[in-house]
């Protein structure tokens, strides 16, 4: 079964920057789509931004599309999320997630969270005003 994991996360002030790496041991993340997802105290989790396998398709939630950017990094089998101009309301937990049906789609993937068949235990980011 494939495990994943986030880092990076971290307490930061308004209009900083972090950079989330998630990664997976025992097998490969190249097979999966990836997205990553937040969940804000008290609120429901929340598709932020995903990639396809091969990295050429990229989506983003309208909250963070053009301060949040997520890449691939095929070298170290990671799938990382930059984020930028953070705001306070950024706070929560934010989860890598794979999604076993990017398979062989080298164009695909969403961020609805149902659909999604791993994930990781998530990393806390704390966003001060």
């Known amino acids: 079964q494939l495990r994943i994991a986030e880092s990076g996360g971290g307490l930061v002030q308004s209009g900083g920057s972090l950079r989330l790496s998630c990664a997976a041991s025992?097998?490969?993340?190249?097979?999966?789509?990836i997205g990553w997802f937040r969940q804000a105290p008290g609120k429901e989790r929340e598709g932020l931004a995903c990639?396809?396998?091969?990295?050429?398709?990229?989506i983003y939630s309208d909250s963070v599309e053009g301060r949040f950017t997520i890449s691939r990094d095929h070298e170290r089998d990671t799938a990382d999320l930059q984020l930028r101009d953070l705001k306070p309301e950024d706070t929560g937990v934010y989860f890598c997630?794979?999604?076993?049906?990017?398979?062989?789609?080298?164009?695909?993937?969403?961020?609805?969270?149902?659909?999604?068949?791993?994930w990781g235990q998530g990393a806390q980011v704390t966003v001060s005003s």
């Open positions: 997630a794979a999604e076993l049906f990017g398979n062989t789609r080298p164009m695909y993937c969403q961020i609805g969270a149902a659909r999604y068949d791993y």
């Open positions: 025992r097998f490969t993340l190249k097979p999966y789509a």
């Open positions: 990639i396809s396998t091969t990295g050429e398709k990229t």
